[in-house]
């Protein structure tokens, strides 16, 4: 195994203390068992390879998984899941994705879903897009809300928002309509404030960048397969499983990079026409 380093991202002025330092794990599509494949890659292997390459190039970063953490919403997946983070000493958040239920995984995963979490000068919120029986993304009115309520409360604070469903397009027509229906009401909201400095989605299974109003958008590779890029429809593409890395510091500014893990044995079967 070996880590391929790509681009970086970089806002604003540097400065050398008082790092935040996260990380961002997406889409794991965790099975019953450590035997489950998908598209022909053994997830809990991928997602396992990835959390070691964190443990050696992300020491001490604290983790955030944004959904679709199982492939069907079973307890199973879950706590594998909790044992992996378990076993591998990581800190972490998480956040529901289309793929997963939300009242199992509050049952089942011992660290307990958090809204808000403060880290010296930035708070991270997490939304949650997903919504039962449906693969598109939509924030109820009582995520606007309590998103307003926090905003306010955290004013005086950098904010980063973490959320599975991207608000803005990326360029590939099917994922495209599956993005937060309703976007136009989250910026409704932050707009007010202006404290969001980022915006970190899962869901799309690939790397990009771009900007919803004046907020740098940020999707990140699943820990399984990969979607490819610029595609009107469904396509698995031969990229190999990723994690982001996020820096933020204390002047309100971030630096974020993707590394990819190199899997020799990978055998994506991308004539699979689902997931
Ligand atoms: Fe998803």
Redesign the pocket.
């Known amino acids: 195994m070996s880590t391929i380093h790509r681009k970086q991202y970089f806002s604003g002025k540097n400065s050398n203390d008082k790092i935040v330092r996260l990380v961002q794990l997406t ?1 794991c599509h965790l099975g019953l068992d450590c035997s489950f494949n998908l598209a022909g890659v053994n997830t809990h292997d991928t997602f396992s390879k990835v959390l070691s390459a964190v443990g050696v190039n992300r020491p001490s970063s604290y983790a955030f998984v944004t ?2 953490i199982a492939c069907g919403g079973a307890e199973a997946s879950y706590q594998l899941f909790s044992n992996m983070m378990a076993s591998h000493q990581l800190d972490y958040g998480w956040l529901p ?3 997963d239920d939300f009242q199992q995984m509050q049952k089942t995963i011992p660290q307990p879903f958090v809204k808000a979490k403060e880290f010296g000068e930035w708070v991270v919120i997490s939304l949650v897009s997903s919504v039962p029986g449906r ?1 598109n993304g939509e924030l109820s009115a009582y995520e606007l809300q309590s998103l307003s309520d926090l905003l306010e409360q955290y004013k005086d604070q950098f904010i980063l928002l973490f959320v ?2 991207p608000p803005v397009d990326i360029q590939c027509q099917w994922l495209d309509e599956q993005r937060i229906s309703n976007s136009e009401k989250l910026d409704e909201v932050v707009s007010v404030h202006k404290k969001v400095k980022g915006i970190f989605t ?2 799309v299974h690939q790397e990009s960048e771009t900007r919803w109003f004046d907020i740098p958008v940020f999707t990140t590779p699943s820990t399984c397969f990969q979607f490819t890029s610029n595609s009107a429809t469904f396509d698995i593409s031969n990229q190999p499983p990723g994690y982001r890395w996020i820096e933020l510091f204390p002047d309100g500014s971030i630096k974020t990079g993707v590394e990819h893990i190199a899997c020799d044995e990978q055998n994506i079967d991308r004539n699979c026409m689902g997931y």
């Open positions: 889409d959904g679709d994705g289309n793929h693969v599975h469903h899962g869901h």
